[in-house]
């Protein structure tokens, strides 16, 4: 990994960790707690939108990089800051999903226009929601989400494959992930909430939708260094979503089918053992 990008990495990291204890304090404050109820696989009311952390480790990592004279992507900026404020609202007032998908295909049709023209746009609309949810739908077992985006993050740093700026987007994405980590598992303080799932998904999806083009041109090397590590993520994510639909339940609905869901409950290991399986397999199987 290129030193600026591990400076970048580290301060994402240090960022997020120091800002925890005063975000959890203010959704103790705000009442903002995830309470348990039949569909949940934590027993205790938690505070609900620990991803407002990442935000400080995202703003230091960008700090880092431009000192270092690597500038972020604005797509990926842009992507992230406004669909964690997306998420946000979502966590406080429970917006509904066609808000929520609409905010997701602009932002996907934006990073992709300006990636790739018309067909940057096209992959867009369908990358940037596919991801952004399967990183909402997933975030369901303590350190499934931090430890998923930190491996992608780590991965993307060290690929020689993707340019750059995605590799810097990775660092500091591989750092919120690390940073927020201590505050959910083994035991969770915090969740990361819609405000975090949804920054995760953001960023990740903005890198993912460049890295399938270079110039304008469609270039499938870089796309397949940037979605691999996502594998199990958008595999348990479609194949429920399938089973739900065919079944004419609620895709969008609350419930405890995800194939890592089913593994805790029936096996009986711990979150962070399943939840490490998830995030290392297809970045270890792929190295």
């Known amino acids: 990994m290129p030193h600026p990008a591990l400076s970048a990495l580290l301060a994402s990291t240090m ?21 348990p109820n039949g569909r949940s696989l934590h027993t205790v009311s938690t505070p609900r939108g620990g991803g407002l952390a990442c935000l400080a ?12 004279g690597q500038k972020m992507s604005l797509d990926w900026t842009a992507s992230s800051a406004v669909l964690g404020i997306v998420g946000r609202f979502d966590d406080n007032l429970g917006l509904r999903a066609a808000p929520r998908l609409a905010a997701q295909v602009v932002a996907g049709a934006g990073v992709g226009a300006r990636s790739g023209g018309v067909k940057g746009a096209l992959v867009g609309v369908v990358v940037l929601p596919a ?4 990183f909402n739908f997933m975030d369901g077992i303590n350190g499934i989400s931090g430890g998923t985006a930190a491996a992608w993050g780590a991965s993307v740093a060290a690929s020689g494959r993707v340019g750059a700026q995605a590799r810097m987007q990775g660092a500091v994405t591989a750092g919120m992930g690390l ?3 201590p505050y959910n598992v083994p035991t969770a303080s915090m969740f990361l909430g819609d405000v975090g799932s949804y920054l995760f998904g953001g960023g990740i999806a903005a890198t993912v939708i460049q890295s399938f083009f270079t110039g304008k041109r469609l270039d499938l090397n870089g796309a397949v260094d940037t979605l691999a590590p996502l594998i199990p993520y958008l595999a348990d994510t479609g194949s429920t979503i399938v089973k739900r639909a065919v079944r004419g339940e609620s895709i969008t609905q609350a419930h405890r089918e995800h194939a890592y869901q089913r593994i805790v409950q029936e ?6 053992c399943v939840s490490s399986i998830i995030a290392l397999a297809p970045v270890i199987h792929g190295a």
Not at 57 to 68: P, T
């Open 131 to 134: 991801i952004v949810n399967a």
């Open 57 to 68: 480790g995202a703003a230091a990592g960008v700090a880092v990089a431009q000192r270092a």
């Open 15 to 35: 960022a997020t960790f120091a800002a925890g204890p005063a975000v959890q304090s203010w959704l103790y404050q705000r009442n903002s707690l995830d309470v």
């Open 179 to 181: 940073g927020f980590l």
């Open 267 to 272: 096996t009986g290991w711990p979150h962070w």
